[in-house]
Structure formats: structure tokens, C-alpha cells
């Protein structure tokens, strides 16, 4: 990809493709001032070559709205790219021996820290025991999270300095913590980051989003989650250097403290419940695998009572729930605040749902009469989903099949917006949009354009901005600069499987993302107007 420089502040991006409404046939694109500024043919293009500050040959490359991830755990997804990585670790002992060989390669960390651990799909399917992370360890403290951040394993050494610990809800003598005592240990373990190694981290993280092509990450902190130094220290950190943009969200009752950290809401990972695989997740039936239905943290009470505070003083609320009968709560909830505030100004806010896994047609309906966003990760239909998946292990086949129903809800009218949940899973815009267009049940699909959508101006819509996450005239410059295979268009009456590349189409055309073929790869992401990343070499 070839340019030249002028001296004004003005960009022309010319010879690619555009994926713009404004002219699905647009090959060039001229930014300004942060904007874009114009979008149409090589030909008209002409008219811009003179004054320009650069010109950039897209040499055929696809241009496209930068992606927003609508759910990131910005510090914890740094540490992971530079911590102890179990995602891929195919035993229990080979976890083991990753451990050992991470404690030796760390000798000056005061404590270690890993994730992604799923025991799930380990042979014989159980954790790793006190005892084992202590000689793996080598005595020293050491904090594994589980793949869906719920719950986690901890040495001997790192639960003494929890005063009180084996006191607290969720505690486990030899086994994985939740609930009080995984929070109360997770804060020891995190507390023990410097604030060097946590500034190191976030920058790690927003580098590697930049080089996937998202402009936008919305960060879902909270006091059980990370801490209020950090969630400011990323804000701030965003602000002064080049990146992609950071959106706050504060997941505690105060809205107050919201306000005053610099947050968009009191909303987030603020937990109605917990994780399906922690076994945490709220539910109206039992466990298929377990005598229980999980666990409540809010009830629609609480619920209500927040979305009114937060109504009234202009926030967003925002909710973590994941099982039907945590959905259900919210909902009720929600309307509960309706009738007392007025249906228009809740459906206003924009309020949130985060991850909404566990829905059903009543509930699906709330969110369309409320006026609720549903925050989502296709990628855990991707990684837990289908037959054999932890889903079905968890909840039995019927129950597994229901879950993540895309299609229905944006038949109803449900606001989508993707993200990752990164760490839980891996910052992977392309492969997040594949895995929604490929659900494991095939009537929970959405079109790729669907799916992209909610990728891209899904996520500036749940923050209340309509204006921006396209490529049209007027709207922010954020994009993204991307080589790949020849473009489709899906045929209208086929969500997945019939494909056009006919132009007369007259629709801006996309990737194919069909399972086993290659996924676009970035080659510059732009945040406002301003390059924040270019692949070596382009």
C-alpha cells in the first residue's frame, strides 16, 4: 500500500473497495478533519488528487467502519497476552507443566497470574487440586482464572494473604473458588500487579485490538472485576495516546461513583448471576450435571431499583445476566422502572444486557418493549456450543439449543451489539462476525451483514450514538484498511448459504467468511483520523 504526503490535513483513500451505503459501488473515500468527508468512484476521485495531505493506493484492499468490541476487560486481556495463556493447554497435565515452566521463566513476580483453564474439555474433566498448584508453583502464590473469569484456582500461598478467606461464600477447600472468595482473591492477586505492569498491559491490549481492526473497545470494569485506579488509569491512558477508543462502564449501584470515575453507566458486569460453566448462572431448573440452579446476586427489585437511579440521573444501567431466570429478573426489573419513570425515557436510555444467553420468546419480546440492547458474544456459541459442547453438558441438548437465539431477537427488534468478553475469548472481530453467521443451530443465524452491523454500529448505537460506525459523509473516520478474498453479497431470501458477487446487486459486498476459509487480515486501523495501526511491511 503506497502514499505521498502534502500539507494539509485532508486523506484520500483511493483504488479499493468501499464498504459504504452511501455508494455500495465506491472505490475511494477522502477523510478530513477526523471525518469522512466523501465516498463515491476512482473516477470523481480526480477532484481530490490536488492539496491533499497524503493519498493512500488501496492497491485493492477492502475499507470498511473500524470494529467496536462492546465487552472487553481491557487489563486482564494485556495480562493474558503477556501472562500464563491455558486456552489452549489440551490436559490437566499439561497445565501443570505450562505452570512450572511460566514460575521458572517468572522468577521476580510477586504473584502469578494465568487464565484460561477449561477443565471441561480435559480428560476426566476435573481442576487442578490445591496440592498440585503448590508443587507446580513451587510454593509461591498463583492465580489461575477459569475461561469464563467465574471462578478459579489459587495456591496455598496466595490464599494466606486473604484474611478470612476460607470464611467467605464460594470458598472450596480443594477445589475451584466463586462467589466472595474468588472476588476476595482475585483483588489479592491483581492488587499485586504494579501500576507499571498494569500500564504495560492495557497498552498491550489496545495495540493488539488496533491490529485487528477495532477503532472501539467498551471497557466493563467494576470493584469485583478490577479496581477504580485501573479502570481511570485506562480512560486516561486512552486519551493521551494514539489507539483505539475507550468507552467506560462501572459496574456498581452507585451512580455517583459511576459519575465520578468517568464512566458512560453504572452498568456492565454488574452481576444478576454468574457463568453457565462456573455453574453460577441463575437458573429455573436444575443443573443437568449438578443439584442446584446457580446463583442470584440481584434480584428485579435491585434491578429496578438501579435502572430508576440510573434513569433519572442520565446514565446507563447495564446488566450481567446469562440464565434464563437471571434474564427473566431483568426484565422484570426493567419494567418495573417503567412504570414508574415512563416506558419512553427507560427506552431512551439505551440501557443494557450483558451476554443475555438464556432467553426465551417472553423475555426476547421485554427487551424489544423495553427497548434493552443485547450485548453478546457469538463466540461462546463457537466454543461451548453444539452437541458435545459445555452447554449441553451443563443444561442437557434441549435446554443447550436454545441458548444465543441472534436471529429471533433481531426479528424482534432487539438492538445487537458484539464483543468478545475478551478474555474469556480472544479479541477476533471476524471471526466473532463467522461464528454468529454459522450459530451451531442453524435457526439462531444471522446474516453476515447482520452480523457485521452489530459489530461495527451496533456498538456506537449502544452508547447512544447513531451517527457514527458507517462510512458515510459526516460520520467519525474510524476505519479499517483490509486484504482479502474476492467480496459477496448473500443472496435476500438465504441468511447463509447462497452467495452473489453480481454488482448489480447495488449492495456494498463483504468478506466470505465460510467456515475453514482464511479471514481478512489488517492492514491499517484509523481512530478519528489518525493512523493508530499499519501492518509491517504494507
Same mark, same amino acid.
Given at each position: /500500500?503506497?502514499?505521498? *504526503? ?8 483511493? #483504488? ?12 475511494? /473515500? ?24 497524503? @493519498? ?5 484492499? %477492502? ?17 493474558? %497476552? ?61 492465580? +489461575? ?12 500461598? +496466595? ?104 464512566? %458512560? ?10 457463568? %453457565? ?5 441463575? &437458573? ?13 446476586? +440481584? ?34 426489573? =426493567? ?22 444467553? /438464556? &432467553? ?7 427487551? !424489544? ?11 461462546? $456459541? ?7 459442547? /459445555? ?16 436471529? !429471533? +431477537? ?13 478474555? @474469556?475469548?480472544?479479541? $477476533? ?11 451451531? *443451530? ?26 457514527? #460506525? ?7 473516520? $474510524? ?9 459477496? =453479497? ?5 441468511? @447463509? ?18 467456515? #475453514? ?7 491499517? *486501523?484509523?481512530?478519528?483520523?489518525? *493512523? ?7
Amino acid at each position: /500500500m503506497s502514499e505521498s *504526503t502534502a500539507t494539509s490535513d485532508t486523506v484520500l483513500l483511493r #483504488g479499493g473497495e468501499v464498504h459504504s451505503p452511501a455508494d455500495p459501488f465506491a472505490t475511494a /473515500m477522502v477523510v478530513e478533519r477526523g471525518q469522512i468527508a466523501w465516498v463515491g468512484s476512482e473516477g470523481a476521485a480526480d477532484a481530490f488528487a490536488d492539496g491533499v495531505a497524503e @493519498v493512500v493506493d488501496l492497491e485493492g484492499a %477492502l475499507v470498511t467502519p473500524a470494529f467496536t468490541d462492546a465487552h472487553v476487560h481491557t487489563t486482564s486481556t494485556g495480562l493474558a %497476552l503477556t501472562g500464563l495463556d491455558l486456552s489452549d493447554a489440551p490436559s490437566l497435565d499439561a497445565a501443570l507443566t505450562l505452570v512450572r515452566e511460566f514460575a521458572a521463566a517468572r522468577p521476580a513476580d510477586r504473584v502469578l497470574l494465568g487464565h484460561g483453564w477449561d477443565a471441561a474439555r480435559w480428560p476426566g474433566g476435573r481442576p487442578p487440586t490445591r496440592a498440585e498448584l503448590d508443587e507446580a508453583a513451587g510454593g509461591r502464590p498463583l492465580y +489461575l482464572s477459569r475461561i469464563d473469569v467465574h471462578s478459579a484456582v489459587a495456591t496455598t500461598a +496466595l490464599l494466606d494473604l486473604v484474611p478470612g478467606v476460607t470464611a467467605r461464600a464460594g470458598y472450596a477447600a480443594d477445589g475451584p473458588l466463586t462467589r466472595d472468595a474468588h472476588h476476595a482473591v482475585r483483588a489479592a492477586a491483581l492488587g499485586a500487579v504494579t501500576p507499571a505492569q498494569r500500564t504495560e498491559a492495557q497498552r498491550a491490549a489496545l495495540a493488539h485490538a488496533a491490529s485487528l481492526g477495532i477503532g472501539s473497545v467498551h471497557e466493563c470494569a467494576g470493584p469485583e472485576i478490577s479496581s477504580e485506579d485501573d479502570f481511570t488509569g485506562l480512560l486516561r491512558l486512552a486519551a493521551e495516546e494514539a489507539g483505539p477508543r475507550v468507552v467506560g462502564y462501572w459496574a456498581e449501584q452507585d451512580v455517583d461513583k459511576a459519575r465520578a470515575l468517568g464512566a %458512560l453507566g453504572a452498568a456492565g458486569d454488574l452481576f444478576v448471576d454468574g457463568s %453457565l460453566g462456573s455453574y453460577t448462572a441463575c &437458573l429455573h431448573q436444575p443443573y443437568a450435571d449438578a443439584g442446584h440452579t446457580g446463583t442470584a446476586y +440481584l434480584d428485579a427489585a435491585a434491578v429496578g431499583a438501579h435502572v430508576v437511579a440510573c434513569t433519572e440521573a442520565g446514565l446507563q444501567a447495564g446488566f450481567h445476566a446469562i440464565g434464563d431466570a437471571a434474564v427473566a429478573a431483568v426484565v422484570e426489573g =426493567v419494567r418495573a422502572a417503567a412504570e414508574k419513570v415512563g416506558l419512553a425515557r427507560v427506552r431512551a436510555a439505551r440501557h443494557r444486557v450483558e451476554h443475555a444467553e /438464556m &432467553l426465551t420468546p417472553e423475555t426476547i419480546a421485554g427487551f !424489544a418493549e423495553l427497548g434493552l440492547t443485547a450485548s453478546v458474544q457469538p463466540a461462546f $456459541d463457537a466454543l461451548w456450543g453444539g452437541e458435545d459442547g /459445555m452447554y449441553a453438558q451443563r443444561l442437557g441438548a434441549e435446554r443447550a439449543r436454545a441458548l444465543n437465539p441472534f436471529a !429471533a +431477537l433481531l426479528r424482534t427488534g432487539v438492538p445487537l451489539a458484539f464483543g468478545s468478553d475478551s478474555p @474469556v475469548t480472544p479479541l $477476533d472481530p471476524w471471526g466473532t462476525v463467522r461464528a454468529a453467521a454459522f450459530h451451531r *443451530t442453524p435457526e439462531h443465524r444471522v446474516s453476515v451483514r447482520a452480523a457485521f452491523t452489530a459489530h461495527t454500529r451496533g456498538g456506537w448505537r449502544a452508547i447512544g450514538r447513531d451517527d457514527a #460506525g458507517v462510512l458515510v459523509p459526516g460520520a467519525p473516520a $474510524d476505519y479499517a484498511v483490509w486484504r482479502t478474498e474476492e467480496l459477496v =453479497v448473500q443472496a435476500p431470501d438465504d441468511r @447463509v448459504a447462497r452467495w452473489s458477487t453480481d454488482p448489480r446487486s447495488g449492495t456494498p459486498g463483504l468478506p466470505d467468511l465460510s467456515p #475453514g476459509g482464511d479471514l481478512p487480515v489488517c492492514l491499517r *486501523t484509523v481512530v478519528g483520523g489518525r *493512523t493508530v495501526f499499519v501492518r509491517p511491511g504494507e
